[in-house]
Nanobody, 121 residues
Framework: QVQLVESGGGLVQPGGSLRLSCAAS????????MAWHRQAPGKQRELVAT???????DYVDAVKGRFTISRDNAKYTVYLQMDSLKPEDTAVYYC???????????????WGQGTQVTVSS
C-alpha cells in the first residue's frame, strides 16, 4: 500500500508565500518523477511543475520565476515553494508520483488527496 499526503495549504494574501509538502509512505522501493498539479473551481486540473528523480525541475509558464519545486529523496517528499502568490493561484493543489513497489516490481502512478490554497485579501 502506498499513500501520498499533502500539507501546507491555507489562506494567504496576494504577494505572500506558502510551502506545500507531499510525502509518500508505504511499501516503496523507488520514486521516480514527482509533480504538482492544481484545479481551480470550474476548471480542469492542470500541471504546475514536475521534478525528475535526479532533481531536474520544469514549470508551466504561469508559475515560472514564482514557484520552486524540490524533493528530498531520502524522505520520499516533494515540495512546492510558492512566492508572489496571486489570486489566480487559488486552487486545490495535488501531488502525484511514479512509484515502484518491492515484490510487485511494477511502477504505478499515485495521487494525493489535495490541499486547498486560497489567495485573497
Amino acid at each position: 500500500q502506498v499513500q501520498l499526503v499533502e500539507s501546507g495549504g491555507g489562506l494567504v494574501q496576494p504577494g505572500g508565500s506558502l510551502r506545500l509538502s507531499c510525502a509518500a509512505s508505504g511499501s516503496i522501493s523507488a520514486v521516480y518523477q514527482m509533480a504538482w498539479h492544481r484545479q481551480a473551481p470550474g476548471k480542469q486540473r492542470e500541471l504546475v511543475a514536475t521534478i525528475s528523480s535526479g532533481g531536474t525541475p520544469d514549470y508551466v509558464d504561469a508559475v515560472k520565476g514564482r514557484f520552486t519545486i524540490s524533493r528530498d529523496n531520502a524522505k520520499y517528499t516533494v515540495y512546492l515553494q510558492m512566492d508572489s502568490l496571486k489570486p489566480e493561484d487559488t486552487a486545490v493543489y495535488y501531488c502525484d508520483a511514479y512509484i515502484r513497489r518491492p515484490l510487485v516490481g511494477t511502477t504505478a502512478n499515485y495521487w494525493g488527496q489535495g490541499t486547498q490554497v486560497t489567495v485573497s485579501s
